[in-house]
């Protein structure tokens, strides 16, 4: 079964930048969307961004200041947020879909591996 590892978070100053990265234990074909999930306290956990193949999605929350990069040849993923706000404290997840599900790329049901997270907070 494929690990997936999250780290890059810590603390960050509003108006900041910065990239989370997320690296799998086994190679996650290039078809298998990869994606990054967020969850504040009390909230439910909630879609950020993705990448399969050569496209990527974003949440509106993040769309215009974030970046989603995905590295095939080392299966890992990357998320990059500029212009950081405190609403954007949370615990970021990294996730994958290894069974090709049917659920939509935005839905926590579509992934089966899971990383622990790594913590975002955004403050002065």
């Known amino acids: 079964q494929v690990q997936l590892v999250e780290s890059g978070g810590g603390l960050v100053q509003p108006g900041g930048s910065l990239r989370l990265s997320c690296a799998a234990s086994e190679r996650i074909d290039i078809d298998n969307i990869m994606a990054w999930f967020r969850q504040a306290p009390g909230k439910e956990r909630e879609f950020v961004g993705s990448?399969?193949?050569?496209?990527?999605f974003y949440a509106d929350s993040v769309k215009g200041r974030s970046t989603v990069t995905r590295d095939n040849v080392k299966s890992t993923i990357s998320l990059q947020i500029d212009s950081l706000k405190p609403e954007d404290t949370a615990v970021y997840y990294c996730a994958a879909d290894t069974r090709r599900a049917t659920a939509a790329f935005y839905s926590k049901l579509r992934y089966d591996v899971w990383g622990r997270g790594t913590q975002v907070t955004v403050s002065p």
């Open positions: 990448s399969v193949r050569d496209k990527t």
